[in-house]
T-cell receptor, first 113, second 112 residues
Framework: AQSVAQPEDQVNVAEGNPLTVKCTYS??????LFWYVQYPNRGLQFLLKYITGDNLVKGSYGFEAEFNKSQTSFHLKKPSALVSDSALYFC???????????FGAGTRLTVKP | DSGVTQTPKHLITATGQRVTLRCSPRSGDLSVYWYQQSLDQGLQFLIQYYNGEERAKGNILERFSAQQFPDLHSELNLSSLELGDSALYFC???????????FGSGTRLTVV
């Protein structure tokens, strides 16, 4: 079955600095990869996805992610972090044959002024 | 508003009891997914329904069951509740494979 690893429980960055939230995946076929963000007491919100095509995917709120097949990674990035980006970020994967999506454990991003 | 509606938002109940959580998917979405989010277990996939039929099963306990009705709303039934069942339960929906999910705002279950 597919799985996702987010190696960092917590990422701290200063406002205005670039941020990276790491994700690696395991899947038997072609991966469908996703990033979601969760603000306190809210459901998960879709940020971006990779299905096929360009390895650099652009999403909501200035976020982007880079698909790297050889490293089986899908790291989330943003050139300049905002305090309002502070939230819990989840990476997720599903393969082309399975409908259920598996989520990583989440990474808590804190952006300090 | 994501378009996925979950009720109730909060639920407090005693151990041994049974509760039902309800989810109305986004209009046009045929698939409904249930997830459990707890502090120590992260986001765990429970079960998926597609157009009324069970499609995939994850780490769902035998004390838990779900169904999807002809109008596509879904219910998650939790019985013989234990303290460890306290968690946020999310419902999500999607229309086609390959797309992301749309999540509801969740039901926070507290078992005392």
């Amino acid at each position: 079955a597919q799985s996702v690893a987010q190696p960092e429980d917590q990422v701290n960055v200063a406002e205005g600095n670039p941020l990276t939230v790491k994700c690696t995946y395991s899947v038997s076929g072609n991966p469908y990869l996703f990033w979601y963000v969760q603000y306190p007491n809210r459901g998960l919100q879709f940020l971006l996805k990779y299905i096929t095509g360009d390895n650099l995917v652009k999403g909501s709120y200035g976020f982007e992610a880079e698909f790297n097949k050889s490293q089986t990674s899908f790291h989330l990035k943003k050139p300049s972090a905002l305090v309002s980006d502070s939230a819990l970020y989840f990476c997720a994967v599903r393969d082309a044959n399975n409908n259920d999506m598996r989520f990583g454990a989440g990474t808590r991003l804190t952006v300090k002024p | 508003d994501s378009g996925v509606t979950q009720t109730p938002k909060h639920l407090i109940t005693a151990t041994g009891q049974r509760v039902t959580l309800r989810c109305s998917p986004r209009s046009g979405d045929l698939s409904v997914y249930w997830y459990q989010q707890s502090l120590d277990q992260g986001l765990q996939f429970l079960i998926q329904y597609y157009n009324g039929e069970e499609r995939a099963k994850g780490n769902i306990l035998e004390r838990f069951s779900a169904q999807q009705f002809p109008d596509l709303h879904s219910e998650l039934n939790l019985s013989s509740l234990e303290l460890g069942d306290s968690a946020l339960y999310f419902c999500a929906s999607s229309v086609v494979s390959g797309n992301g999910y749309t999540f509801g705002s969740g039901t926070r279950l507290t078992v005392v």
